[in-house]
């Protein structure tokens, strides 16, 4: 009989759940991009269908068994690290009566509808009675979480969507930025005002927009072999290691946005693309918490992406597969145009800049919503009045301002501040990068992101779900996720101070 | 408590299990359509995971239990009916052993994989383990199912793809066609000589084809709210009801194969797109076997798309939609190049007349096989024969012979023949039809197919599998399936007999 009997058959029923999972997340991936616009019910029977085995099977009385017995056999690193993950998600499928759990899912969908309908109108008191109960559902399950994971609520929340994290790392770091970030998104308008940008008005078809999408992903290492790119209403990265498939969308008048959202996913992409093949389908193998993810995309995206050396490869680019010419089109006017900073009233619209200020009010809002400190009737009053503090405008209505996203309609409170974490992280990954590649500037103006890729791999992608969050980042860049090199990242290139 | 408590159960498990297939159907169409070209595995795995869960969920002896007190409620004849088709999926499912289900689900994909390159190669022999392997499954699965079913090895085989089916009734059928049928090939091609069809040369894009093919499908009714069509390999038609995505393929040379593809898979859509909605989920609102659903499909595209008067329609629309001109693309000559007959090698590409010979040569063949009456050593060599025999053809490698179909290399034995049951149903529905329905043919050379399609769906569609086939096509036609209407069928439009 083998020493780690517990754990072999731990293992065969965590890639049996993956393989569920995983078929779930392409259906996912066909609401969005494939499915005809009356077939919603059918899926959502399907999907909840799987969602139910999954919980069933991450339930199952013989599973805590198997767990209590896999803690005492005498495991390989890799596979311990696995314990520890099948363990978390075993503790969080099990903190939360099955009842409940078919409550929110069920409530999830009837909240969502309602709140598309509201955004369209703007219409928020239509949307109240729903969000109301979704809000409540959240309150249960952060209370359930909270009693089962001995962590407050809405830690308890954070830990389901980035495990690990905690408000106690959260808290001083946004206190910090709310110290001189404001102050300085007035010193970056002031300062850009000298030198407007020109703005890179040019009409490009879909299908030019398309074959630069698809040049810059590959160029970046996304293995089209293993995945897609299609078309969706919002950008997103799905389907699985293995299968990975993004999305972006296309304007003629706004090529900036698809090439943009194809940067930022594919940087996603490489992330689940990178992961172990030794490891997939195991908790272990899976990609780390959120706020790793988003600092792959926003790595890609705001790092690479946006950095004068990259304009100065892209300008080119440009001009060769959009036949775009002139001074807006100078890798000088570029960087300034695609570097503007404005204060506006959607996050996902929202500059480098402003951004961690429409995260840290919702960071705010949504603590107050899960203690019910703020009733679900006050929010709009409280978004007004938080955006005039934070930012300095007030939206002109409700669809502008507290309905924007899905987050909160869906009962998600908690994932906000992971944008911003993932933000200060590629930053940290840049210093780095920046350390360990002594000719980065030279590479990127060549469009050459072979090296950059492979160090991410190496210290981020391959060891997928191996050491917690903290011990991942200290790993990758000697230090715990350290917010001074946002700051100096933000600095540097919106007020050039080195 | 409910009189019919233990009904109302198992309604709910065939529900959650439809929903699991379907994500199936899905993750297949999606297989066939969209997915990377080396993600095999991936959903290999997936769909291996699923299909081990809905074999669970019809092998719970909880099931057993609830289907035996279900018999003893009192019922609505819908749920008497639906009774009836849960009793014959629990059964299929639980004759095989779960481990002779696990190895035949592995055999099926090495054995498809071997079958592709010996196709390719033309090599018969490289084949030869993996069939022999996949052939001795089958015939366990075959033997399983006959213990469990009280049915004969090749009746237990033909019940799975269509239940009630039996060699009893196709026996008698087969062998009046393999009397006059061959005879008949040869009447017709010296018939056809003496006007040959002027070939139907043009290249037609593939942009221009897709317009053509989707306003056929919109034509006869498809719901494209709540349906597809793509392109793929073979054309097919998959998902659910409330889903159903249906592919063709483009060829610029042969827009013929791609409009008769695409009409072909809509007379299947129709059919799923016309199943009763309040059914759906459960066994009684499933289409009935293979035969009926073939019969739809044969009815589009070879009742109406290749009769005189739709001919009459389309020729006006390929001079619009393909700007082709001259004597080839008149109505007539339209006729002739659409209904040639000639002996061929290929069962998928062979004409009307001939095709019951390609599967009549099939059913003889599986049959032996099956009982091992003919060695999988000695299939190329039989069937060589029986080409020469029944076509009085000799295919010139095996990849043109006993290597062009992928059932037998599926462990697919008992299928083919729904194939010409299919064709004659489709006569003898038409024949009902043009009863029921007048001016038929002025319908149709107007395009019009509303009341035909009406007429199919509240006499087959709606029916779903309320009845067992035998009492389906009695209630819808008036008499069982009666193969005089297929012969008076070929007679007339190949022979001008009326």
Chains 1, 2 share one sequence.
């Not at 029977?45 to 068994?65: F, M």
């Not at 008191?125 to 009693?147: H, I, N, Y």
Request: net charge negative; hydrophobic share 40%.
């Amino acid at each position: 009989m083998s020493q780690t009997q517990a754990t072999d058959q731990l293992e065969v029923r965590f890639r049996r759940l993956a393989a569920i999972n995983g078929a779930a997340d392409i259906l996912n991936w066909d609401a969005a991009t494939m499915l005809p616009k009356k077939s919603g019910d059918v899926r959502g029977e399907q999907l909840a269908a799987l969602s139910e085995v999954t919980h069933e099977l991450l339930t199952n009385p013989a599973l805590r068994d198997l767990l209590q017995q896999a803690h005492s056999e005498t495991l390989e690193p890799w596979r311990t690290a696995n314990l520890r993950e099948m363990q978390h998600r075993y503790d969080h499928a099990n903190a939360l009566p099955q009842q409940l759990v078919a409550a929110i899912t069920r409530q999830r969908i009837t909240s969502e509808h309602s709140w598309r309908e509201a955004r369209r109108t703007a219409n928020y008191k239509s949307f109240l009675p729903e969000f109301k109960k979704m809000l409540q559902l959240t309150r249960e399950e952060a209370a359930a979480k909270s009693t089962a994971l001995n962590l407050s609520a809405y830690d308890a929340m954070l830990d389901g969507f980035d495990p690990g994290m905690r408000r106690t790392v959260i808290d001083p770091i946004f206190a910090t930025l709310k110290t001189w970030l404001p102050d300085f998104v007035n010193q970056v308008i002031e300062h850009q005002k000298k030198k407007p940008a020109l703005p890179l008005n040019a009409t490009v078809p879909e299908a030019q927009q398309k074959t630069l999408g698809l040049a810059m992903m590959q160029r970046l290492g996304f293995d089209m072999s293993q995945g897609r790119i299609d078309s969706s209403t919002h950008p997103f990265c799905g389907g699985v290691p293995g299968d990975v498939r993004i999305t972006t969308r296309y304007n003629p008048e706004k090529f900036v946005n698809s090439l943009y959202g194809v940067m930022h996913e594919t940087g996603h992409a490489l992330y689940e693309q990178g992961l172990p093949t030794e490891w997939r389908g195991l908790p272990v193998g899976h990609a780390r918490g959120m706020s790793v993810h988003e600092s792959q995309s926003l790595f890609v995206e705001m790092q690479l992406g946006r950095s004068a050396p990259f304009l100065r490869f892209l300008a080119p680019q440009l001009a060769q597969h959009f036949c775009v010419s002139g001074p807006a089109w100078s890798p000088e006017n570029l960087q300034r145009a695609l570097t503007k900073v404005s204060r506006s009233f959607i996050r996902v619209d929202a500059d480098e800049v402003t951004y961690p200020l429409h995260v840290i009010l919702r960071y705010e809002l949504e603590q107050a919503l899960l203690t019910d400190d703020l009733k679900a009737e006050d929010l709009p009053g409280a978004w007004a009045e938080n955006m005039q503090h934070h930012l300095g405008v007030t939206p002109p209505d409700d669809a502008q301002g507290c309905l924007q996203d899905i987050h909160w309609p869906e009962g998600m409170l908690g994932y906000f501040p992971t944008y911003t974490l993932g933000a200060m992280l590629a930053a940290q990954l840049m210093a780095s990068v920046r350390k360990a590649i002594p000719d980065l500037d030279a590479q990127l103006e060549r469009g050459e992101f072979t090296n950059i890729i492979q160090w991410l791999n190496k210290h981020l992608h391959a060891q997928a779900s191996l050491y917690p969050t903290p011990e991942l980042i200290t790993k990758a860049t000697d230090e715990p996720l350290n917010p001074v090199h946002y700051e100096a990242h933000l600095k540097a290139r919106y007020l050039g101070q080195a």
